[in-house]
Nanobody, 124 residues
Framework: QVQLVESGGGSVQPGGSLRLSCAAS????????MAWFRRAPGKAREGVVKVERDGRATYAHSVKGRFTISKENAKSVLYLQMDSLKPDDTAMYYC??????????????????WGQGTQVTVSS
């Protein structure tokens, strides 16, 4: 059983930055595909970025060039550095994981484990 706990959310002005963390326990993160999803008010949960075991990342078009994912396997922690934040980035952000290879699509049902979420609010 894998447990995921997110932290680092908060409120920030447009153009600002935040760094989210996701601590994994119960299984080495080196054996997991890990991802960040988000759900904005009134919208479906959407994929933001996913990272393979070898570090290869795939970003959603809406965040490419502004967000950076990284994983510290020694500590089993996943990070999401978010820069140049926009009001449209306001959402609950979730960490997700599945064993081995990342799914080709962004279907939430492909991911076995989920964190409880951390809120990000971008507003002036």
């Amino acid at each position: 059983q894998v447990q995921l706990v997110e932290s680092g959310g908060g409120s920030v002005q447009p153009g600002g930055s935040l760094r989210l963390s996701c601590a994994a326990s119960g299984y080495p993160s080196s054996g997991l595909c890990m991802a960040w999803f988000r759900r904005a008010p009134g919208k479906a949960r959407e994929g933001v970025v996913k990272v393979e075991r070898d570090g290869r990342a795939t970003y959603a078009h809406s965040v490419k060039g502004r967000f950076t994912i990284s994983k510290e396997n020694a500590k089993s922690v996943l990070y999401l550095q978010m820069d140049s934040l926009k009001p449209d980035d306001t959402a609950m952000y979730y960490c997700a994981a599945v064993f081995w290879t990342c799914p080709l699509d962004w279907l939430t049902s492909r991911y076995t484990y989920w964190g409880q979420g951390t809120q990000v609010t971008v507003s002036s």
